[in-house]
Nanobody
Framework: QVQLVESGGGLVQVGDSLRLSCAAS????????MGWFRQAPGKEREFVATITWSGGSTYYADSVKGRFTISRDNAKNALYLEMNSLKPEDTAVYYCAAGPAVASTWSGAYGYWGQGTQVTVSS
């Protein structure tokens, strides 16, 4: 069993930066691809970014490309999301996910999910 716990969310202003962290326990995640998804009120959960198990390749949603950076530290069993130039439309609950053997933009590919952390960008 894998437990994922996100942290680092909060209330920020437009243009600010935040760094989300995801701590994993229960099992090493070094052989799993991992990802970040988000869900805004009244909207479906959407893909944000994903990273291969080695950290060698990353993929981003067009809406965050160039502003967000996903990274991982397998030694610490941790996943990160550096978010810069935040916009009001980035407001959502952000979820950490793990599970697929290869990086995927599809939420159904992930078997493990955290409880989410709220990010609110105020204008």
């Amino acid at each position: 069993q894998v437990q994922l716990v996100e942290s680092g969310g909060g209330l920020v202003q437009v243009g600010d930066s935040l760094r989300l962290s995801c701590a994993a326990s229960g099992r090493t995640l070094s052989r799993y691809a991992m990802g970040w998804f988000r869900q805004a009120p009244g909207k479906e959960r959407e893909f944000v970014a994903t990273i291969t198990w080695s950290g060698g390749s990353t993929y981003y949603a067009d809406s965050v490309k160039g502003r967000f950076t996903i990274s991982r530290d397998n030694a610490k069993n941790a996943l990160y999301l550096e978010m810069n130039s935040l916009k009001p439309e980035d407001t959502a609950v952000y979820y950490c996910a793990a599970g697929p053997a290869v990086a995927s933009t599809w939420s159904g590919a992930y078997g493990y999910w955290g409880q989410g952390t709220q990010v609110t960008v105020s204008s």
